[in-house]
């Protein structure tokens, strides 16, 4: 399954190409993400739990990065095991360009799965992974930018003032 896609994030490239290479920001942002550890020098351990139709596993894996060019481009590429329900492979190259508004953030996605999970069909498969893709990516963007401007009015009555990934580092 392959899909690619791209939007745009409210902050300067530097820091939404720091941002990828930050392994918390990263497990904030991926869906069911339970630990996360290491670099981006030496790759990423992580676990993930996820339920995709009737097959809910607990996938460890690793990540890498290579071919980063900062702040231009760098490829994700992960691969998890979940015991019984399988594997998945992925991929993805992200391209980050100056925008009016921010920073233009391209990406191409690329997903494989084996094991129990493949035997789901293709038509499941690929509807999961789009949404794990879309939903990463707007758990980067939501994480480098902060709260959305609706969501801000929501949550500030409940809870404290939440700030995006760079502005928690720096203020």
Same mark, same amino acid.
Not at 50 to 65: C, M
Not at 82 to 102: D, Q
């Given at each position: 399954?392959?899909?690619? +896609?791209? @939007?745009?994030?409210?902050?300067? @490239? ?26 981006? +020098?030496? =790759? ?18 690793? $990540?890498?990065?290579?071919?980063? +060019? ?9 691969? /998890?095991?979940? /015991? &019984?329900?399988? !594997?998945?492979?992925? /991929? &993805? $190259?992200? @391209? ?5 508004? *921010?920073?233009?953030?391209?990406? +191409? ?5 084996? *094991?129990?999970?493949?035997?789901? /069909?293709? @038509?499941?498969?690929?509807? !999961? &992974? ?5 939903? !990463? !990516? ?15 009015? #929501?949550?500030?009555?409940? #809870?404290?003032?939440?700030? =995006? ?7």
């Amino acid at each position: 399954m392959q899909m690619s +896609d791209s @939007r745009t994030i409210k902050a300067p @490239r530097e820091v939404v190409f720091a941002a990828i290479l930050d392994p918390e920001v990263l497990k904030q942002c991926v869906p069911g993400c339970t630990e996360m550890s290491g670099s981006a +020098d030496e =790759g990423f351990e992580a676990t993930v739990t996820q339920k995709v139709g009737p097959v809910k596993a607990t996938f460890k894996g690793q $990540v890498t990065l290579s071919e980063m +060019d900062p702040p231009n481009t760098v490829k994700l590429e992960g691969e /998890g095991k979940g /015991g &019984a329900a399988g !594997f998945a492979k992925g /991929g &993805a $190259v992200v @391209r980050l360009e100056e925008a009016e508004e *921010g920073t233009l953030l391209h990406y +191409d996605v690329e997903a494989k799965v084996g *094991g129990k999970l493949a035997q789901l /069909g293709s @038509r499941i498969i690929d509807g !999961f &992974a789009k949404k794990m893709a879309d939903q !990463f !990516f707007q758990n980067f963007q939501e994480a480098v930018e902060g709260p959305s401007e609706t969501g801000e009015a #929501e949550t500030a009555q409940a #809870e404290p003032e939440k700030k =995006g990934w760079f502005k928690k580092i720096t203020g």
